[in-house]
């Protein structure tokens, strides 16, 4: 039987993990830059992964962020979209090739398909920011705004 205090606390320790993540922060304060509440991990019917061994399509490929009313979709970029992460990479995927591999893959359709369909494209990098030795923004909330307001100076009334 489970304890529902237990459950409970366990649930709120990894709601705040997770609104904890470097992700959700910066996509927070793009929200906030364009004024508008970003869909997040949208997926277009369009943006597929590799085609399953079946012959089937794909999974849809989610995006960070969209503004639909700007069609532009954000992907903030972790450490892993540029440096190897031993942990993740070596497993083998679907399509054979590492995960690591496969995410510079599907990095790039994105990059490639999303502007075919009139969406532009930004992507916003850990590497953006002032970070720690564990690569997680450092968080000082002026200087992040300033950086967001220039990535999407063109997206701005």
């Known amino acids: 039987m489970i304890n ?43 943006l597929r992964g590799d085609s399953r061994k079946d012959g089937k399509p794909g999974r849809k490929l989610p995006v960070d962020a969209y503004y639909e009313s700007k069609k532009l979709v954000i992907e903030y970029n972790e450490k892993q979209h540029t440096e190897s992460v031993a942990l993740f990479d070596k497993k083998k995927t679907i399509s054979g090739v590492s995960r690591g591999e496969q995410r510079k893959i599907y990095d790039n359709r994105r990059a490639e398909v999303l502007p075919q369909y009139g969406i532009e494209f930004v992507v916003i990098s850990y590497d953006d920011f002032e970070y720690d030795g ?24």
């Open 134 to 157: 564990r690569k997680r923004i450092k968080r000082s909330r002026n200087h992040d705004l300033e950086m967001i307001k220039k990535k999407l100076k063109s997206f701005l009334d």
């Open 4 to 46: 529902i205090d237990e459950f409970l606390s366990k649930f709120q320790e990894y709601t705040k993990k997770e609104k904890d993540r470097d992700e959700d922060y910066v996509i927070d304060l793009c929200d906030e830059v364009l004024k508008e509440k970003a869909l997040r991990q949208h997926r277009f019917n369009f």
